[in-house]
């Protein structure tokens, strides 16, 4: 039983980093260039199912029980994923709103002969 808790929580950790290393890399390629955002999905997925496989291996390997760190790996996988996805979101969104504020005021001053408001 004590194998089962630790290779779970190894799993939990592992898998909250390549969570977080998935978050870090998707929040890169959408602000460098949105022309790369279609293959950041794949790349993701690739990387999940690559950690998840590393897992069962590994359990069967080490003769635990494969149900705790697969659960412990899928849950580590998904709540740092949807947490950093809101973050994510907010943080471009608040870029963009600000990129619009920008040009709203340089179409304002444009209008109005450069004087600010």
Do not use: H, Q
């Not at 690739?46 to 496989?53: D, G, H, M, R, S």
């Not at 003769?63 to 471009?92: D, E, H, Q, R, W």
């Not at 990129?99 to 179409?107: A, F, G, H, P």
Request: with cysteine; charged share 15%.
């Amino acid at each position: 039983m004590a194998t089962n808790i630790i290779a779970a929580f190894i799993a939990l950790i592992g898998a909250t980093v390549v969570a977080l290393l998935n978050s870090f890399y998707t929040y890169k390629k959408l602000k460098s260039n949105t022309k790369g955002a279609s293959i950041v999905e794949l790349v993701r997925s690739v990387l999940n199912i690559a950690f998840l496989t590393l897992t069962f291996v590994i359990s069967r390997k080490i003769g635990c029980n494969i149900a705790y760190p697969l659960i412990a790996a899928a849950i580590g996988l998904t709540v740092p994923a949807l947490i950093s996805a809101f973050v994510m979101a907010k943080k471009l969104t608040n870029e963009n709103a600000a990129d619009k504020n920008s040009v709203i005021t340089d179409l304002d001053n444009e209008k109005t002969g450069g004087e600010d408001r």
